[in-house]
């Protein structure tokens, strides 16, 4: 393999940079939600960035951009990388951002190298791997994964009510065309995606670079809780039903499931909370929550997920109130695969980079891609591994490390000719 020049860190600050301008919220943190304008001009950048890195630009009906640079057997499965430009509310510039610039760098230098490669090289920007809008994540791997189709498009809808379906329709995505979206077992190589750690350990043991194992998978649900709404002085205690108390009384329970599990992937939030009608001097009639679980064990989301219903059973007798539990997603984890680890962990050893093998707790567009291609990721550093957070942050010479490892690995990747066992 010819020798292949170092990423640029200063190539991939001005693009990160770049495209954290296009933000709603300037000044407290980044906040680019799918399809809204600030989003929309980040993706026409990013299409012109690859464009002017000498890549073949395209997108499907769900709006996945697919940058690619041409191998000499275009026909074999192509290998990808990427990540997502869409953040959650007030985020920091580094989510998602790390994954598709430095894809970019990666495949700039790979094509400055002069190396040959067999296989097309795919960057690819996935469509709204937050959950922000429409309350679903990874909605454009979904599809790749046909875990979304057309018809469930028109069933997501935002906080005005617009769904999913009517917004790719009025920019022009041709929901004729979503069917064609899909992937097949053995339709892409292998995929490796470059993403902040997002968490503490890389930083806590030194090393720079991480090689995923696997990905907990989250468990959503929308918790509804009604009781009686009612004067908050004239309604003595024993009468009330009060949707608030028992709203809490869930939440501290389901706390209490995660917390005093022995397993440290999994963890439980609850992130968003409406009461109604939301007066203090009314006893809430109505409280909506969101549950976030996780775990690396599908089995013991299960079981936590059965302990949450019949607390809320219980609960229905005791307050009188009424329960709904609507779970909006069940995802398994992924494991990453051993082939593709081993080749991330050869380059991170002939580029002496200390490396830290690790399950990912947050999950990323590759568990989806799991469904129909072999992968893992490369991480680098979360500074004190804050994230989801305007002080996120990742210092550009390590994306630039981590860069250096994702192009020998796609490169190496990208020439392999069968099936490596
Ligand atoms: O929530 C997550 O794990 C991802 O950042 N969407
Ligand atoms: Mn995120
Ligand atoms: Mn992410």
Sequence with gaps: MAHMQAASAENIRRDIENLNQFNATPGDGITRILFTDQELKAREYIKKRMEETGLEVKEDAIGNIFGTLKGSKPNLAPVWTGSHIDTVPHAGSFDGMTGVVGGLEALRIIKESGNTHSRNIQVIVFTSEEPTRFGKGCLGSRALAGDLTQGETTGLSDETGMTLAQVLDRLGYDKKQFPDIKKERGDVHGCVELHIEQGAVLENIGKKTGVVTAISAPTDLIIEVEGTQEHAGATPMPMRKDAMTAAARMILKIE????????PSTVATVGKLDIFP???NVIPGKVRFTVDMRSDSFEEKEQILHKIQKNAEALVEIEGVRISVSIVSHEHPASADKHIVDVIR?????????????????????????????FSMIFVPSRGGISHHKDEWTDYEDIASGVDVLAETLLIMSNEEVKQK
């Design 346 to 374: 050869d380059v991170c050893q002939r580029q002496n980079k200390e490396y830290n093998v690790m399950v990912s707790g947050a999950y990323h567009d590759s568990m989806f891609v799991s469904r129909f291609a072999p």
């Design 278 to 280: 939301g007066a203090t």
């Design 256 to 263: 209490e499931l995660a917390r005093t599990s022995d397993n």
